[in-house]
Nanobody, 123 residues
Framework: QVQFVESGGGLVQPGGSLRLSCAAS????????IGWFRRAPGKEREGISC????????YYADSVKGRFTISRDNAKNTVYLQMNSLKPEDTAVYYC????????????????WGQGTQVTVSS
């Protein structure tokens, strides 16, 4: 059974940082492209960052480019999202998921999803 568990969310002030983790079981993350997606209240789901396998090609949405960094530790079967310079508009539930395809300009979600972790950016 494939399971993704996200962690690291919480309440942070504008300008602060968080690191999200996505730990997988039931599959080897190193063999998959993985992405981070988010859904803010009243908005559509947004793909914000993905990392391809095995070449490590990455995608970042314009809204997070330069502030967020995706990485993976295959030995720990975990993917991370380092989020810096957080803004109130980053408030959302963040999900990790497999990615069907990763280009530098776009990322398509796949079929395995975690339950999400809430990130709230507020003073």
């Amino acid at each position: 059974q494939v399971q993704f568990v996200e962690s690291g969310g919480g309440l942070v002030q504008p300008g602060g940082s968080l690191r999200l983790s996505c730990a997988a079981s039931g599959l080897s993350l190193g063999a998959y492209a993985i992405g981070w997606f988010r859904r803010a209240p009243g908005k559509e789901r947004e793909g914000i960052s993905c990392i391809n396998s095995p070449d490590g090609r990455t995608y970042y949405a314009d809204s997070v480019k330069g502030r967020f960094t995706i990485s993976r530790d295959n030995a720990k079967n975990t993917v991370y999202l380092q989020m810096n310079s957080l803004k109130p508009e980053d408030t959302a539930v963040y999900y990790c998921a497999t990615a069907l395809k990763v280009l530098t300009t776009r990322c398509w979600p796949g079929g395995y999803w975690g339950q999400g972790t809430q990130v709230t950016v507020s003073s």
